[in-house]
């Protein structure tokens, strides 16, 4: 059973960038056309699709978030990891790591696999 966990700082200051791993286990991520995404609900609003990286590397981003994400992964820890940049109080939420064939976007009934998620705090 393919298991994911978030990790990484409940707070973070307005301006500085948000790191979080999320690491896997019970499967790889370079599992053939597995991908690999970040996702986040803000307090009181909708999920919210943040972007992913798939088995062979490749990312995509919210184009609305683009300019702040970026992800990455370590295969020999079976780890990937999300950067965002340059946040504010709006990037308050919980944030999610979440799996599944060839699935990434606001498909959450399509996710096979969910992290506990992890809430995170942008102070001011």
């Known amino acids: 059973q393919v298991q994911l966990q978030e990790s990484g700082p409940g707070l973070v200051k307005t301006s500085q960038t948000l790191s979080l791993t999320c690491t896997v286990s019970?499967?790889?991520?370079?599992?053939?056309?597995?991908?690999w995404n970040w996702i986040r609900q803000p307090p009181g609003k909708d999920l919210e699709w943040i972007g992913y990286i798939n088995y062979s590397g490749s990312t995509y981003y919210s184009p609305s978030l683009k300019s702040r994400t970026s992800i990455s992964r370590d295969t020999s820890k079976n780890q990937f990891t999300l950067q965002l940049s340059s946040v504010t109080p709006e990037d308050t939420a919980v944030y999610y790591c979440?799996?599944?064939?060839?699935?990434?976007?606001?498909?959450?009934?399509?996710?096979?696999?969910w992290g506990q998620g992890t809430q995170v705090t942008v102070s001011s």
């Open positions: 979440a799996s599944a064939g060839e699935t990434y976007g606001a498909v959450w009934y399509l996710y096979e696999y």
């Open positions: 019970g499967g790889s991520i370079t599992t053939s056309n597995y991908y």
